[in-house]
């Protein structure tokens, strides 16, 4: 039991409608929101903030993040003891939190134990939505090995690799069913090419049409869904027509494909950041002129595939996807996409959409009783100005994850 908390005298942010509400007050009890409304009789025990007229707003969601990826060097963090591992990944759960993000999505590398850190308090970070590892063929975007090491597969059960080599439709059946009973809440494939990949141009398509199928429905037997990596038009509406629920990053979809997204019933996750990152920090990490001519492919697409979809009625969830040291540029994303969308449209992606794709509607990315008591208190209306979401949480005088304060003062 924790002691209740009532906040009055706020504006209270209705993220799905994308307006702000004068004259609430909302009551937590027990990790979750107890009441919302006009007038509300607290707990006599119950503690009051007074808001005085900041914003209340729910918190926030990144469905893409990679919190194994502590530092830049994939390969050592793959190659680091799972204990290690798991402590530098709660350190970048830390920082998420503190930023304001109140649930994360993670696309590859966390497993069931970071979820339970997270529940029984050992880490003090933001709810985690995992899929276990992304899947890939052998030489696709998550097998890591040069072309010259022919070592057969990759350390895939080591808490800090991100990818699990499987080929064929027996060994990715196998494969999802070892997700799925590990804990993951959704499967991932690599349906195309990658940045940050030795071996495989950005156009490449991976699995077969058999094998993303067989995908799809472990994963529908299951009551989950698939995500995939994907950038190019074509790997895109591939993954679509076999049923691929969410769709990550998107840089190069046509107008076509959106609409058929749209239609059923897909979720798109942009992650422009990702690509600004690197070309911002490339030189300094040593990459070379093949991957600044593939972050250019994708990052000069990323502002017009945000119209595109937008305009296809297609919805977006809030992503980053960013790795190692450059996740220091995270809240970046808030400032790209508002050259774009709009405030109350950003605001939407990173809870109510979020919230969809982590198929937690109700409970997460709203301000309703019975949700989970994940809130923020925002200095300004961040409606107005979404830079009020930028500056690693230095807007956010308060942050509540389940109930639980884990911000409080500048």
């Given amino acids: 039991m924790t002691q209740p908390i009532l906040f009055i005298n706020g504006r209270v942010l209705d993220a799905e409608r994308g307006v702000t509400q004068d004259g609430l007050a909302v009551l937590v009890q027990d990790g979750r ?14 503690r009051t903030i007074d808001l005085g007229g900041r914003t209340l707003m729910p918190g926030l969601i990144d469905c893409h993040v990679h919190v194994v990826a502590e530092t830049l060097d994939l390969w050592g963090n793959m ?3 799972s204990s290690l591992a798991g402590l530098r990944a709660g350190r970048v759960m ?11 999505r993670d696309l590859g590398g966390a497993d069931h134990g970071l979820v339970r850190g997270v529940e029984e308090g050992l880490i003090d970070g933001p709810r985690i939505v995992i899929c276990g590892k992304g899947l890939t063929t052998t030489g696709g975007h998550a097998d890591l090995r040069k072309r010259t090491d022919d070592r057969p597969g990759m350390m895939s059960d080591r808490l800090g690799s991100m990818g699990y080599i499987a080929d064929g439709v027996d060994d990715v059946r196998a494969a999802c069913r070892k997700m799925i009973k590990e804990g993951a809440n959704f499967i991932k494939v690599m349906a195309n090419g990658g940045v940050s990949s030795p071996n495989d141009p950005i156009h490449s398509i991976q699995y077969s049409r058999e094998e993303i199928l067989a995908m799809v429905e472990e994963a529908e037997n299951a009551g989950l869904y698939v995500s995939a990596h994907v950038y190019t038009d074509r790997a895109i509406r591939r993954c679509v027509e076999l049923g691929v629920h969410s769709l990550e990053h998107c840089n190069l979809i046509s107008a076509e494909t959106a609409k058929l997204a749209a239609e059923k019933g897909c979720i798109a996750v942009p992650t422009l950041v990702a690509y600004d990152a690197l070309w911002l920090e490339g030189k300094a990490l040593g990459l070379g002129p093949a991957e600044f001519d593939k972050i250019e492919v994708v990052r000069s697409g990323g502002l017009k595939s945000l119209e595109i979809m937008r305009d296809a009625g297609l919805p977006m969830a809030f992503g980053s996807d960013l790795l190692g040291e450059l996740r220091k540029y995270h809240c970046m994303e808030f400032e790209l996409l508002a050259k774009v969308l709009t405030s109350a449209e950003i605001i939407r992606s990173a809870t109510v959409v979020g919230a969809e794709l982590c198929q937690m509607t109700g409970q997460i990315g709203t301000i309703a009783a019975g949700a989970f008591a994940d809130l923020i208190v925002v200095d300004g209306d961040p409606l107005a100005d979404i830079a009020l979401l930028q500056g690693d949480g230095a807007h956010m005088p308060l942050i509540m994850a389940a109930g639980r304060v884990v911000k409080e003062g500048a």
């Fill in 33 to 46: 929101i107890a009441e919302v409304g006009a007038g509300i009789a607290a707990p006599s025990e119950a």
């Fill in 94 to 104: 830390e920082e998420m939190l503190q930023r304001g993000f109140t649930t994360i």
């Fill in 79 to 81: 190659t680091a003891p």
